[in-house]
Structure formats: structure tokens, C-alpha cells
């Protein structure tokens, strides 16, 4: 899994208005829980670019005055308007302890039913795995190289090593489904055909009907 690393300063108190204070200067108060214990500092905001607004996974490194530790970004909250980095909370990371992580998804291949007109509709974007870090890939890959028209990829068709899903098992990934243009065509197609039929059978009436005058002149 890629990792990243931050720098961060305990906070002397826990509290909205010294929340509302390191924000002013530009930090994000944080929490890191997990471990035997909780711990609260701070991050400069500019840190956060790397985590946030990126669908990546990362095993953060975290410096916090001279204290190592490893943990996962597990939540953040963010300004309703300004988009901000309000809050952010960190699992840590502890040796032989699973943790729950969301991994990220990447399609591989092309579609047999996007190709013949179908429309891809991915459902899911990350799928919420347990097991331990060093298990834990940078992404997990969907094969859709065989998805036809009316096909889906669910959780349970996902072949994960060492690690276990928490999602419903019948979730569905990703599927194609038909578009309405090709609806359109494959009805337009038919109307044809059956009009096709009745003018080429009325044509066939047409010249029996010309025939019978033509042999009952001859006979006469």
C-alpha cells in the first residue's frame, strides 16, 4: 500500500474553541485511536492535500513531536460551503491487529456489451475489506473483459487474498445494461421487417392476380 508522511503537534486541550482557534491558524485537528490509547494534535492544512480529494488508500506516517506511528485516514469532515478539512480521525495502525479499510476499484479490460452498444453503470467505487496492512493492496481490480449486456460483477465474484469483504456478498460492482438508442434501433429494425413481409407478399398476389387474366384470354 503507498504511503505518505505527515508531521503534527499534540494539542494541550480538546475543545471547540481550541478546535476553532488551530483552524484559524491553519491546522486540522485530528485524533488518533486504535492503539492503547487516544491522541489528539494537529496537522497544517496544506498536509492534507495528499490524503484528500484523491480516492488513493495510504499507510500515513505520522510524526507527532518526536512520536512514530502508522495509521489510515478514516474519516474527515469538511466544511459545508468552503470544502475545507475540518476534522479528521486516524486508525492507527497496530502489528498482527486486522483493521477495516475501503480499497479503491480499477476496471481492466473492455466490455463485449459496451462495444455492442450497452451502457456501463459502476455502482461501487470502493469496496470495505478487513484484514491485516500488509495484506492490504493499493486497489482492487475488476475484470469486465466478459461483461455482456444485461451482465453484472458482484462482490462475491471477487477473488480477494487474505482478505475479507464486509459488504453484502450480492452487491453489485458494476453492469451493463441496453441503452435506449439501441432499443430504438433493434424495434425500428423490426417494424421493417414486417412491412418488408407484407409488401413482398401483396407483390406475390399482385402477379398471380395479372397471370389468371393473361391464360383465361389465351383460352378464349
Not at 34 to 39: L, P, S, V
Amino acid at each position: 500500500m503507498k504511503q505518505v508522511s505527515l508531521s503534527g503537534s499534540l494539542r494541550e486541550n480538546v475543545g471547540k474553541k481550541d478546535a476553532k482557534k488551530h483552524r484559524n491558524e491553519g491546522n486540522v485537528p485530528c485524533v488518533l485511536y486504535g492503539g492503547k490509547e487516544q491522541t489528539h494534535f494537529i496537522v497544517t492544512e496544506l498536509g492534507f492535500k495528499k490524503l484528500v480529494f484523491t480516492p488513493d488508500v495510504f499507510i500515513v506516517n505520522l510524526n507527532i513531536d518526536g512520536t512514530e506511528y502508522k495509521g489510515i485516514l478514516q474519516d474527515v469532515q469538511y466544511h459545508p460551503v468552503t470544502d475545507r478539512v475540518l476534522h479528521a480521525d486516524f486508525l492507527e495502525v497496530v502489528p498482527n491487529k486486522p483493521l477495516i479499510v475501503g480499497l479503491p476499484l480499477t476496471f481492466e479490460g473492455t466490455s463485449p456489451g459496451v462495444i455492442r452498444g450497452g451502457k456501463m453503470i459502476k455502482k461501487m467505487q470502493k469496496i470495505r475489506v478487513k484484514g491485516l496492512i500488509e495484506d492490504m493492496p493499493d486497489y482492487i481490480l475488476v475484470d469486465i473483459s466478459k461483461l455482456e449486456i444485461g451482465g453484472s460483477v458482484k462482490i462475491k465474484d471477487i477473488e480477494l487474498d487474505k482478505l475479507s469483504t464486509l459488504d453484502p456478498p450480492n452487491s453489485v460492482i458494476v453492469r451493463v445494461k441496453t441503452a435506449r438508442a439501441v432499443e430504438e434501433v433493434e424495434g425500428v429494425d423490426e417494424e421493417e421487417g414486417e412491412e418488408g413481409e407484407g409488401e413482398e407478399g401483396a407483390a406475390e398476389g399482385g402477379e398471380e392476380g395479372a397471370t389468371k387474366p393473361e391464360g383465361e384470354g389465351a383460352e378464349s
